[in-house]
């Protein structure tokens, strides 16, 4: 389908949904009346987020022909969990007729070479960035099938273009979400069901902050890293909502955030092997 995907009236499944680009994300969506399921392990966040996107659409239509207000829906879901995104699926249908998009935007961060993380650390990870993705999705692809226009949208990231050292665990993850998306477009492409990667540059968000570290790291040196990370996060979450959101209405199957993104992506295609060389300054040594 070549035309633009009208999202009002539409249903949209969005993890990660309590902050960041997440709430970015709800709040664009909200703005062109689509209906939205939030789910995230912080109820209090997502509670804020539902304010706000219901603020958004009123406030985007408020003449006497607007729209119904929106359907809104908040849910406590860890997308580590094997058995609560299986389960997950009822729960939606509890409280929408369907769902159009399913957008896995839930992840979490591990700073720290390959041998200085743990194994348990590095499996904590890939069961939310990577296993996550895969199992909602799994969870989910027989309601979007059942839409006659449905879109699978999943986040990976600039470290899934390129992969710095220090990065191992989550370059790894976002390689692998990048890889899936990738090949589940070319399964899907004769069904009604779109897929999308998006891989954000630097945006402002707590990541840097909340991520992970190995235990043994010294604490000045994890503050040093954390500040040289949070140097890098510049871009407005809402800004990097919305262009998330444009690139889904263009039915685009990979979405760059940010100039640093397209940057990135275009030195490692112009210099797949020796990339690193010219963008090592950029980053710090692990």
Request: with cysteine; net charge positive; charged share 20%.
């Amino acid at each position: 389908m070549t035309t633009k995907m009208n999202l009002a009236n539409r249903t949209a499944v969005l993890t990660g949904a309590a902050s960041g680009i997440g709430r970015a994300i709800a709040v664009s969506l909200a703005r062109r009346g689509c209906n939205l399921a939030l789910a995230d392990v912080n109820d209090a966040g997502l509670s804020e987020t539902a304010r706000l996107a219901q603020a958004a659409q009123t406030a985007t239509h408020s003449s006497p022909t607007s729209p119904n207000p929106l359907r809104i829906t908040q849910h406590h879901l860890d997308v580590g969990d094997r058995r609560a995104v299986a389960a997950f699926p009822h729960a939606v249908l509890a409280a929408h007729p369907g769902v159009d998009l399913l957008i896995n935007n839930a992840g979490v961060a591990i700073g720290g070479t390959f041998e200085a993380v743990s194994e348990e650390d590095f499996e904590w990870l890939f069961a939310i960035n990577f296993w996550g993705v895969v199992r909602m999705t799994r969870a989910f692809l027989p309601l979007l099938k059942k839409s006659d226009d449905a879109r699978l949208v999943n986040l990976s990231s600039v470290f899934g273009l390129i992969s710095p050292p220090g990065q191992t665990a989550y370059s790894a993850s976002k390689f692998a979400v990048r890889g899936f998306s990738n090949s589940l477009r070319h399964e899907l492409q004769d069904s009604h069901v779109g897929v999308t990667v998006v891989h954000p540059g630097g945006v402002a968000t707590s990541i840097a902050d909340n991520a992970r570290v190995p235990k043994d790291m010294h604490p000045d040196e994890i503050a040093r890293r954390r500040a040289t990370a949070k140097k890098g996060l510049r871009m407005p979450p809402p800004q990097a909502g919305e262009i998330i959101v444009k690139g889904i209405e263009r039915r685009s199957s990979r979405i760059l955030v940010g100039n640093d993104a397209k940057l990135l992506s275009f030195v490692e295609r112009l210099a797949p092997k020796s990339h690193f060389k010219v963008l090592s300054r950029l980053f710090p040594k692990p």
